[in-house]
Antibody
């Protein structure tokens, strides 16, 4: 059974960038897409974007256009989410998740806490 | 963008109760509606996909219904482990927006 293992917690300064990784353990991405979702403290889930590894194409939510880049390295079955121009409101737990039937998110990473603070 | 609105935002219920959570889309999304459960400090867990299909390993007391703009998640007989926050999500088109969540609490 595939698991998604994310990189560790990050503390960043406002204006900087963060890159979070998500590695498929026990398998590969195959033909599945990968979504990235974030959750600010005490808040709901916010969909950021997706990538379809076999096509290499990424789609982003309007709220993040121009600031987020999602990529994959198929040789290592790893997806990356890079968010730039960080501000305090970007403090959140960032999740990757596999898109399965009907693009439902059936396998999730453990989450990566990103704290933006001066 | 299509907006997803859940109701209620919070709900108090007792073990054994039947509860229903509603999710409404601002435009038709056919049956591209998914439901997740999230417990404090944990990643979400997929319960229902494509409006009414039960995810493997999810107890049959969970069921989903609806199409177009109106959807429901029903828990037929609440168990202690069901007290959590529930989210709907559309997946027909980009962005795959989530509802704001429904916090299910013990009465």
């Amino acid at each position: 059974q595939v698991q998604l293992v994310q990189s560790g917690a990050e503390v960043k300064k406002p204006g900087s960038s963060v890159k979070v990784s998500c590695k498929a353990s026990g398998g590969t991405f195959g033909s599945y897409g990968i979504s990235w979702v974030r959750q600010a403290p005490g808040q709901g889930l916010e969909w950021m974007g997706e990538i379809i590894p076999i096509f290499g194409t990424a789609n982003y939510a309007q709220n993040f256009q121009g600031r987020v880049t999602i990529t994959t390295d198929e040789s290592t079955s790893t997806s990356y989410m890079e968010l730039s121009s960080l501000r305090s409101e970007d403090t959140a737990v960032y999740y990757c998740a596999r898109q399965e039937v009907a693009d439902a998110l059936d396998i999730w990473g453990q989450g990566t806490m990103v704290t933006v603070s001066s | 963008d299509i907006q997803m609105t859940q109701s209620p935002s919070s709900l108090s219920a007792s073990v054994g109760d039947r509860v229903t959570i509603t999710c409404r889309a601002s435009q038709s999304i056919s049956s591209f509606l998914n439901w997740y459960q999230q417990k404090l400090g944990k990643a979400p867990n997929l319960l229902i996909y494509a409006a009414s299909s039960l995810q493997s390993g999810v107890p049959p007391r969970f069921s989903g219904n609806g199409s177009g703009t109106d959807f429901t998640l029903t828990i037929s007989s609440l168990q202690p482990e069901d007290f959590a926050t529930y989210y709907c999500q559309k997946s027909n088109s980009i962005p795959h927006t989530f509802g704001q969540g429904t916090n299910l609490e013990i009465k």
